[in-house]
Structure formats: C-alpha cells, structure tokens
C-alpha cells in the first residue's frame, strides 16, 4: 500500500520557537495533502487543504500567518508552527490522496509539545 | 454545516462479542464515506463506501452504507482484543476534503 512519511514524529519546544513538519509521499504522487490537528480524546480536525504549487486553502478559525503550509514537490508538504505557544501542543498529522479513488492515507502523526 | 456524527461514543465489550458501529453524516455535495481504525497514532484504512446497499467485507470486518438515510455501519464479528481501538467514520464532499466523525472508541475485554 501507499506509504506516507512523516517527521518528526515527536518534537518539544519552548515557547515563541518555529517548528517544521514535514510529510513525504514516499511511493507516489500527491498533489493534494491535507493536514489535521486532533486534540486528546476528540477526532481529527482538518486545518488546511495543501495543493502543489498553489496555496494552501485553511479552514476557518485557522490562521494561515501561524501555520505556514507549503507544498512545493508532489512528494512533500511542510506545516511550520510559528512562534509555538503552549496552546499549540497536539498531534498533528498529514494525509495524501492516493489515485483517482480518493482514497486517503495518513502519516504517523507528529506530537507537538510547546513549553 | 457539515457534520458526521458517531454513536456510541464508547462500547466496551468481551471477547468474542459482535459489535456494530454507527454513522451518520450530513454534508453537501457527498462523495464518499470511509472507515479508519485508530490504535496510537496514524489512522488506518478500512473501507471507502460510494454506492448504497453495497456491503464491503474484509475479514471480520463489514461495511455498508445507506445514501438515503444517511448512515453507515461498521460490523466487527467474532471480536478480539487486537480490535480495541478508535474507529474514525469520514466523509468526502464535494470540496474533497474529509469530515471526520467524532470517533467510537471500542474495548475488547478478554
């Protein structure tokens, strides 16, 4: 099956730092990834919608200025946290479409915890 | 407002037991609906539904959905303590982007 690799998988900062996700199709082509955020206990929630070569389109209640997405190869898709707040601290994770089914499948997840 | 929603929240179980899962969305323009068991970190593929009444079956592990009602079940037979896990209902609509359910977060006791 599709794999889809995601980095780093757990990451602790303090407070007012940037932190880089990245997510990598690995053996096909994305050219849309979708990142989400999930809070203990509750569903995911999608944040933004990553086209290649275009800009992310962000859901609503989610600030594009601090939540930076670039999608810049068919294999990779960044989501950069900037200036972290303790807030922040969730697990966020990536998906890629897979073929013409819209079949989804996800990273790992990245746990993000700001001091 | 887009919405899929899941019941039970929660459902504990023995071993062995056969549980059903439900589903029920309301979104515009529907696409497709799809089945992801969630153990610690990465949602897993289990079924993509598109037609009605068409029952997808994987193992112990069955699925359809209703496009006239609005719902889907997932069926897990014969249940086994590897099955303990959130089972996330998502659906695709017309934006292609994923609604996700709430999630029902299913214990297997031995």
């Known amino acids: 099956g599709a794999v889809v690799s995601q980095h780093p998988s757990r990451v602790i900062c303090k407070s007012g730092t940037s932190v880089k996700i990245e997510c990598r199709s690995l053996?096909?082509?994305?050219?849309?990834m979708f990142w989400y955020r999930q809070f203990p206990k509750q569903s995911l929630m999608l944040m933004a919608t990553?086209?290649?070569?275009?800009?992310?389109?962000?859901e609503q209640g989610v600030e594009k200025d601090k939540f930076l997405i670039n999608h810049a190869s068919l294999t990779l898709s960044t989501l950069t946290v900037t200036s972290a707040h303790p807030e922040d601290s969730s697990f966020y994770i990536c998906?890629?479409?897979?073929?013409?089914?819209?079949?989804?499948?996800f990273g790992s997840g990245t746990q993000l915890s700001v001091l | 407002e887009d919405k899929v929603v899941q019941s039970p929240l929660s459902l504990v179980v023995h071993e062995g037991d056969t549980v059903t899962l439900n589903c029920s969305y309301e979104v515009t323009n529907f696409r497709s609906l799809l089945w992801y068991k969630q153990e610690k970190k990465a949602p897993t593929f289990l079924f993509m539904l598109t037609s009605s009444g068409i029952e997808k079956k994987s193992g112990r592990l069955s699925s359809i959905l209703d496009k006239k009602e609005l719902f889907s079940i997932l069926n897990i037979t014969a249940t086994q303590t590897g099955d303990s896990a959130v089972y996330l209902c998502a659906v695709i609509q017309g934006a292609q982007k994923l609604v996700f359910g709430q999630g029902t977060r299913l214990t297997i006791n031995p």
């Open positions: 990553s086209n290649e070569g275009s800009k992310a389109t962000y």
């Open positions: 053996d096909f082509q994305a050219t849309t």
């Open positions: 998906s890629a479409r897979h073929g013409p089914n819209e079949k989804l499948f």
